[in-house]
T-cell receptor, first 114, second 111 residues
Framework: DAGVIQSPRHEVTEMGQEVTLRCKPISGHNSLFWYRQTMMRGLELLIYFNNNVPIDDSGMPEDRFSAKMPNASFSTLKIQPSEPRDSAVYFC????????????FGDGTRLSIL | TQLLEQSPQFLSIQEGENLTVYCNSS?????LQWYRQEPGEGPVLLVT?????EVKKLKRLTFQFGDARKDSSLHITAAQPGDTGLYLCAGEPGGSYIPTFGRGTSLIVHP
């Protein structure tokens, strides 16, 4: 049973470049979450989709960040233009909707903006 | 301000010692979850506690949910190096489906 798949695992790019992170959730899960993890701030929720619809994007830092979920099996998180302070590990997680449903995380994308 | 406060932030102990980590909030949670995260990987669910006062055991790990459903603890007996990792608590306050995570307790168990 495949888990949540994220790509790329690592990304190093120069500031100002566009960065696209990808996520394939677990089949049958209808909730998808994007998180950012840093030492300073811990794990922060960026955006939450339910049935492919963005429900809460209050955690998205600013307009440079955007996320899409065109279908139930794929989501992207895009940063344009990227800045050094965007360097972090970005996680995607999926779950069934409903209380006490566990989230299944991918292994993350380690992003470094030079 | 963190909705879920975890303590201690860091813990470094010797193999065989016991330890307890805490997850506290001023808000009521319908459930709380504990995850463990190892370097280079995403968090993995350990347990979900749902009922106030509930105690769940997972081998050497004991999880407790406070009676008022505002706090939880994780006790590890006879810690082993394989227990090393970041322990995160998470929950959905007030029936919301939006999860919130604590900052975590980073545990190192030395052989």
């Amino acid at each position: 049973d495949a888990g949540v798949i994220q790509s790329p695992r690592h990304e190093v790019t120069e500031m100002g470049q566009e960065v696209t992170l990808r996520c394939k959730p677990i089949s049958g899960h209808n909730s998808l979450f994007w998180y950012r993890q840093t030492m300073m701030r811990g794990l922060e929720l960026l955006i939450y989709f339910n049935n492919n619809v963005p429900i809460d994007d209050s955690g998205m830092p600013e307009d440079r960040f955007s996320a899409k979920m065109p279908n139930a099996s794929f989501s992207t998180l895009k940063i344009q233009p990227s800045e050094p302070r965007d360097s972090a590990v970005y996680f995607c997680a999926s779950s069934m909707t409903g209380g006490a449903q566990p989230q299944h995380f991918g292994d993350g994308t380690r992003l470094s903006i030079l | 301000t963190q909705l879920l406060e975890q303590s201690p932030q860091f813990l470094s102990i010797q193999e065989g010692e016991n330890l307890t980590v805490y997850c506290n909030s001023s808000s009521v949670f319908s459930s709380l979850q504990w995850y463990r995260q190892e370097p280079g990987e995403g968090p993995v669910l350990l347990v979900t506690v749902v009922t106030g006062g509930e105690v769940k055991k997972l081998k050497r790990l004991t999880f407790q949910f406070g009676d008022a459903r505002k706090d939880s603890s994780l006790h590890i007996t006879a810690a082993q190096p394989g227990d090393t990792g970041l322990y995160l608590c998470a929950g959905e306050p007030g029936g919301s489906y939006i999860p919130t995570f604590g900052r975590g307790t980073s545990l190192i168990v030395h052989p």
